[in-house]
Structure formats: structure tokens, C-alpha cells
């Protein structure tokens, strides 16, 4: 399986990084990372470049409060500043993030509470009524903070985003061929079951059977991240990939 | 059992806060994105869609596939003994981009050489469906599903003459 993601035939040299050239050859295009996930890099304040003694999440520069959150919002004096938007994803909600410590195994609803919480303290309504750098200053966090939200909520776009933070991105240009004719295969044989199925009982045992490889792949790759195994992981993250695309499919034509 | 499952693909995102991006002027929401006229034709009428016997000796498979869309592509040949390509199926499920480039290499590669098939370009494909750049790997796995079809079809043909050769004896050492 290691060879799952080989891409196909080298067509042009591109700047290699560490991280792949481990890998045999690359294709041309650098082309836009995978759906939805931006491109991603590690904060640059990451904790250990501050004392110890310094206020987690850094402090106002206005009147030297701590924050109480990793959005640069005051809640002593109200001021607001930009937040960088290389924020990573996990410290903005205080969750582990390095992929070895259980960051891909988060629980959706805490994730959720943070969301909401942190939402609260930059949503656009609540400063509605300030000037107008503080309102797109808060406009602006708001929409990272869905951004981010979206991204570590679906074990998909979750894993996806740990690759892309451990050197390991989803490239548009990644392409699979007879090393991965066994994926290949099962997920073309269940396309066509799924174009044939001819009533809502069918659809509903394509979708179970579907949800079943879902949630082993979750599992592998919980354990993957576990052990830091990148390339593996990605590998578990291209079968999810698939068994989304086969669920998002099965949705469609339960609409019709 | 099932409620945990199901949260791995059936996440429902809703942002429950303000606006995710920066909203477009109405008029700019208005504006379709254009796709070439060819694209959409071969995406609406699709040729030469189906399955050959993959079984059969002159039949050559190649299935290939997109992680980054989730898509995967089937492309058969049918081969003549002068190595003239005779029929091609194929079948696709992914984006819009991939059918069309899938249904017009189908098109462009019946009647040419294994040789003249093997050397269709994805850059070919892209630019006579006027691809845009997002989408020109699309285009990629078209020309990959054409080479993984002539490499499944010469491994049958290497894997038949060895077949052939060892069970059958010559004639000569037939009659020594």
C-alpha cells in the first residue's frame, strides 16, 4: 500500500521538499491544495517561543491584559487587533496539534463549545456598533473561526489538515493507478451498485456498507496519527476521500 | 453504534455565525461559470460510455483515479491484430471535467496505433476542452487512463504468448 500515492509519470521537476522527495516522482502543477483545506502552516507564535511566564495566548498590547482566548480580543479594554491568518486551526481552539498527542481523535462536541464561545466574542452583531476597523477587524476573525471550525469538524478535512501541517498536503495532482487497482476497483464496483440501485432499501445497504469502511478508515487513522506515520496516514486519508465522495454520491440520488 | 459511524462522513456544517466570506455583489453572484461549450456537450451527452469484457484478450482495462475529487476512471480498449484500437468505453464518476476529457479521449484514440494513444498529451485533451487550470488535472487522468489501458492490454498479450508458447510444443519437437 505504500505505493498507493505514487504519482504517475514524471513530468517536470518541481522544487522538492524534504517531504517528498521520499516519494518517487511529483506531477507538474503546484496546484491548489485538496477541497476546501487552505494552505496550512504552523502559527509562527508557537507556545514554547514565549516565557514561561507569559499569558498563554499573549497579551493586549493596549493595556497589557492577558487574553483569555487565542483571538486578540480584550476583555478588559475592548480592544480588537487582526489575527494572522496562518493561525493554526487547533491552537485557536486551545486543542492539541501535533498529530502524535490525539489532535485528529478530538470530540466534535467540545470542539463545538469553543466554537460557540468563541464565536460569541468576535461575531459581527456584537460589534455592530464600533468603529469601523474594529467591526472588519472582528468580520474577519469570525469568518477564520468558521473557517476553522469546518475544517477540524469532519475527520476528513481533520486529517487532511494534520497532513498539511506535517509536510504531507493533499495535492489536486495526486493520482492513483494499478498500485491502488484494489481501492480503485471497490470503490468503481460501488459506484455502479449505486448507479443501478433501484430503490431506497438498496441505497440505504450501499450506505451502511459505506459508513462501516468510513468509520475502520477513522480508526486506522487515529492510529496512524498516533504513531506519526504521515505517509500512511495520507494514504488512509485518500480511501476516506473516497468513501466521501461514494456517501455524497449515495446522497445525491436519495434527493432525486 | 451506527450514531458514531455516522458523524465520520454525514458532519453537517453549520456555521452558525456571520458571514464566511466577504459577500459578492449580487450582479457577481449572478454570473455563471463558464465552461467551455465542449465540456458541457460531453458531459451531457457522454460518448461511448460503457464496459467492454475485461476478460477478453483483446481488451485492455485501465483504471485510474483522482484523490483530490474522489474520482476514479475506467477506460477499456479493444485491439485489432495490426494494433489498431478498435473500440473504447469507458466509464467515470467524478467532476464534470473528468467525464469530458474521459468521453473525448474515447472518441480521439478510436482508430489510432497503440503507439499514436500512447502519445496523447493531457495538455491536448485540456486545451481542445478548454480546461481551466484548476481543473487540468482532469485532463491528467485521461492521459493516465489511456496508458494504464495499453500496459493492462501488453501484459495480457506478453502473459498470453508465454501462456502459449510453453504448453504448445513445436512443431519440430513434436516430431523428434
Not at chain 1, 460569541?120 to 472582528?138: N, V
Not at chain 2, 460510455?49 to 484478450?57: A, E, I
Amino acid at each position: 500500500m505504500l505505493a498507493l500515492l505514487r504519482r504517475s509519470s514524471l513530468r517536470a521537476p518541481l522544487s522538492a521538499s524534504h517531504a517528498l522527495a521520499a516519494l518517487p516522482t511529483l506531477r507538474r502543477f503546484p496546484a491548489p491544495r485538496l477541497l476546501s483545506t487552505p494552505a496550512a502552516r504552523p502559527s509562527t507564535s508557537s507556545p514554547s517561543s514565549r516565557s514561561p511566564s507569559a499569558p498563554p495566548h499573549g497579551a493586549c498590547p493596549n493595556c497589557h491584559a492577558p487574553y483569555s482566548s487565542a483571538l486578540p480580543i480584550c476583555s478588559a479594554c475592548g480592544a480588537i487587533q487582526p489575527l494572522g491568518t496562518e493561525t493554526n486551526y487547533f491552537e485557536l481552539f486551545d486543542l492539541p496539534g501535533e498529530g502524535t498527542d490525539g489532535a485528529f481523535d478530538l470530540d466534535p462536541r467540545e470542539l463545538r463549545g469553543r466554537f460557540l464561545r468563541l464565536q460569541r466574542a468576535c461575531h459581527p452583531d456584537a460589534w455592530g456598533s464600533k468603529g469601523e476597523l474594529e467591526r472588519q477587524r472582528a468580520a474577519d476573525q469570525s469568518s477564520l473561526l468558521n473557517q476553522a471550525y469546518k475544517t477540524l469538524v469532519s475527520p476528513l478535512s481533520r486529517a487532511q489538515y494534520l497532513l498539511s501541517l506535517n509536510g504531507q498536503p493533499s495535492l489536486e495532482t495526486d493520482a492513483l493507478d494499478e498500485a491502488s487497482s484494489a481501492l480503485l476497483l471497490e470503490v468503481l464496483e460501488t459506484r455502479e451498485a449505486l448507479e443501478s440501485a433501484a430503490n431506497e432499501q438498496e441505497l440505504e445497504e450501499i450506505r451502511t456498507a459505506n459508513d462501516a469502511r468510513a468509520e475502520e478508515t477513522v480508526a486506522e487513522l487515529s492510529a496512524l496519527f498516533g504513531r506519526g506515520e504521515w505517509e500512511g496516514a495520507k494514504e488512509a486519508a485518500v480511501r476516506l476521500r473516497y468513501w466521501q465522495g461514494i456517501e455524497d454520491a449515495v446522497k445525491e440520488r436519495m434527493r432525486e | 453504534m451506527s450514531a458514531i459511524l455516522r458523524t465520520a462522513l454525514r458532519t453537517s456544517v453549520r456555521p452558525i455565525a456571520g458571514p464566511s466570506v466577504a459577500r459578492a455583489p449580487a450582479v457577481g453572484q449572478v454570473a455563471k461559470r463558464a465552461y467551455h461549450e465542449k465540456v458541457i456537450n460531453h458531459y451531457e451527452s457522454p460518448r461511448n460510455v460503457g464496459s467492454l469484457n475485461k476478460n477478453d484478450p483483446t481488451v485492455g482495462t485501465g483504471l485510474v483515479g483522482s484523490p483530490a475529487c474522489g474520482d476514479v476512471m475506467k477506460l477499456q480498449i479493444k485491439v485489432d491484430d495490426d494494433g489498431i484500437i478498435q473500440d473504447v468505453k469507458f466509464k467515470t464518476f467524478g467532476c464534470g471535467s473528468a467525464i469530458a476529457s474521459s468521453s473525448f479521449v474515447t472518441e480521439h484514440i478510436k482508430g489510432l496505433s497503440l503507439e499514436q494513444a500512447g502519445q496523447v498529451k493531457n495538455t491536448e485533451i485540456a486545451k481542445e476542452l478548454s480546461l481551466p487550470p484548476v481543473k487540468l488535472h482532469c485532463s491528467m487522468l485521461a492521459e493516465d487512463a489511456i496508458r494504464s489501458a495499453i500496459r493492462d492490454y501488453k501484459t495480457k498479450r506478453t502473459n498470453l504468448a508465454a501462456a502459449t508458447a510453453a504448453p504448445e510444443p513445436q512443431p519440430e519437437v513434436a516430431m523428434a
